[in-house]
């Protein structure tokens, strides 16, 4: 099965600095890649996504970027905010049928 | 967005019985459904794939007949941890897709299991 490994798995960033979290999966087929934060107690949720015929992708102050060629893909996260602060999880998936998760990164802005 | 639940929300039962989770697509149908177990301060580990009207498919590793899933109508799914023990403490989730080919995951609230 598919494998995504993320890093770091802690994090912890000064507010309005930027913060990258990097993830690679093993499965060439895989074609979807969302992140979820998590923030304590609560459930993930998705904040941006990406799809693999796509290299890049901006929401606001957040951004994807995927090189398939590598099998890695990356979440940046620029003018950090207190309230981004969460645990952040990526995943991979083929065709939606099954969504792996990396380990997750707990990501501490700090005021 | 999309709304999913899970209930019970807290569950602790002693060793040896079964406890049901249930898994509701509150607002759209979802023919596929995801169970997951996060560990404390850990990933969401996916333990198998719930299918309206047919048979769940598991991860490699984890028991069929220890975790039963039923996915019996388009907005339920159920998972039933039969013969709880100790290490079946944990906290599961469950997720359903929204879209064409349900690519956008939305995640229920998740279930604290505490087998005693």
């Known amino acids: 099965g598919e494998n995504v490994e993320q890093h770091p798995s802690t994090l912890s960033v000064q507010e309005g600095d930027s913060a990258v979290i990097k993830c690679t999966y093993s499965?060439?087929?895989?074609?979807?890649f969302p992140w979820y934060k998590q923030e304590l107690g609560k459930r993930p949720q998705l904040i941006i996504d990406?799809?693999?015929?796509?290299g890049e992708k901006k929401d606001q102050r957040i951004a994807v970027t995927l090189n398939k060629t590598a099998k890695h893909f990356s979440l940046h996260i620029t003018e950090t905010q207190p309230e981004d602060s969460a645990v952040y999880f990526c995943?991979?998936?083929?065709?939606?049928?099954?969504?792996?998760f990396g380990s997750g990164t707990k990501l501490n802005v700090k005021p | 967005g999309a709304v999913v639940s899970q209930h019970p929300s807290w569950v602790i039962c002693k060793s040896g019985t079964s406890v049901k989770i249930e898994c509701r697509s509150l607002?759209?149908?979802?023919?596929?459904m995801f169970w997951y177990r996060q560990f404390p301060k850990q990933s969401l580990m996916l333990m198998a794939t719930?299918?309206?009207?047919?048979?769940?498919?598991?991860e490699q590793g984890v028991e069929k007949d220890k975790f039963l899933i039923n996915h019996a109508s388009l907005t339920l799914s159920t998972l039933t941890v039969t013969s709880a023990h100790p290490e079946d403490s944990s906290f599961y989730i469950c997720?359903?897709?929204?879209?064409?080919?349900?690519?956008?995951?939305?995640f229920g609230p998740g279930t604290r299991l505490l087998v005693l």
């Open positions: 607002d759209f149908q979802a023919t596929t």
């Open positions: 990406i799809r693999s015929n796509v």
């Open positions: 995943a991979a998936s083929y065709n939606f049928n099954k969504f792996y």
């Open positions: 719930s299918n309206e009207g047919s048979k769940a498919t598991y």
């Open positions: 499965d060439s087929a895989s074609n979807y």
């Open positions: 997720s359903a897709g929204v879209g064409p080919a349900g690519e956008t995951q939305y």
